[in-house]
């Protein structure tokens, strides 16, 4: 484990967990790189979980942000479907007035008013307003006047967003988007290229709400714009979900840090995925930065961490030879251009063995991650399968989640997948499908899908 520090900047760390040791002509490499970051003012946990505000810093940790260096856009669903119940869209008015007073005072911030067009609804004027008593109650008061009415077109919303986070010229940009309909009024193709124009300029968490709404079109945005997705099936939970969200973007510290990977001649990376706190492939992603070198972003970053799946092909060697497989760093870009700034750093090794017990024994890390990925593939693949009315198909798979979920301690997995299937041995995977399944059961699933468990080291 290598660690550096910057002032201004968290502490970060990255930790290294593989079995390095291959068989005589044995060419993949696989290691479960742990980035944790340290030492930011809003205090919250190493572990993921939402971290809250503080007003001060520990001395020798890094500031806190500041206006202009943090900028948030509210981006809210006024479409004519959110006028059914009429109580969903008072809780999403509830819900922004509660993410506003979460706010940190000096922060950016603005609510789109989102529709098959995308409104400002406060301030306005292309601009964002800074936090504070008396734009808080403006923006409150700003809110009474959304009512439903028009299509969706979610791609808009979020182009307004880029263009108002821009410009802030806030160092983190980060959006917040709920939606309780399908993208109907814009192709699937606007989207898909819009996520390709926003990716890498905000971070943004996307939330459905209610249970009309399509999971895939919501996670592939929290996906591309390396933010987090849910459901929020009745909408009096908005409110608290709103206001953990606003919590945990208050706690980021730093922006746009990279995961920088080195590999040496002769030897390509097979991929690069996070692995926790839920699922992300990051493999396409990939930008070149130096002679075998690449960067995979992985947005803002608070007190928290996170685990990265590294899989590597070296060329092979005899047995007895040793390599370096890849140097795995992290870096912050520089605003001027110079080199970015090395934040941690880890190393992933080969070493050819002809002992069968070292070369074949796989690092309790890797195979717990690797069950995790097939648990979230096969829930995708079985909730498929039985949309298409193919019952064999989808007991198979879901019975399969069911016994991936009992090995790795997954319980609010285990939960979900108990209200589509009835459990029969969850250690061997024999489970029925339910003859009838709410639409909140299935959505709830595939959405949380991604969510994982920790290693226990």
Known sequence: MATFSKPGVPRFAVEVYQNAHLPEGGRDVDAIVTVTSTG???????????????????????PRAQAPDAAVVIMVDCSGSMDYPPTKMRNARDATAA?????????????????????????GGGRLAVAGPVTRQQAKEALRKLTPGGGTAIGTWLRLADRLLDASGAAIRHGILLTDGRNEHEEPEALRATLDVCAGRFTCDARGVGTDWEVKEVTGIASALLGTADIVADPAGLATDFTRMMQATMGKEVADIALRLWTPQGAEVRFVKQVAPSMGDLTGRRAESGP?????????WGDESRDYHVGVRVPSAAVGEEMLAARVSLVLPSPDGSPPEVLAQGLVRAIWTDDPAASTSINPQVAHYTGQAELAEVIQQ????????????????????????????????????????????????????????????????????????????
Not at 45 to 62: F, K, M, N, R, Y
Not at 292 to 300: C, F, I, Q
């Open 40 to 62: 930011t003012s809003t205090g919250g946990s190493a572990t993921g979980e939402t971290p809250i505000p503080a007003q001060l810093s520990p001395a020798g940790h890094a």
């Open 99 to 123: 993410a506003i007073d979460t706010l940190r005072d000096g922060v950016a911030f603005a609510v789109v008013a989102g529709t098959h067009q995308a409104k400002e609804a406060y301030p």
């Open 292 to 300: 075998r070198t690449g960067d995979y972003p992985t947005g803002s």
């Open 382 to 457: 079985g909730l498929d399968l039985r949309k298409s009315g193919d019952v064999d198909g989808a007991t198979a798979k879901l019975g399969r989640a069911v016994q991936l979920a009992n090995r790795s301690g997954n319980e609010d997995t285990a939960k979900l997948l108990a209200k589509v299937v009835d459990v029969v041995d969850a250690a061997t995977g024999t489970v029925r499908l339910k003859a009838k399944v709410t639409a909140e059961a299935r959505m709830t699933l595939e959405t949380r899908s991604t969510k994982t468990v920790r290693v226990k080291r």
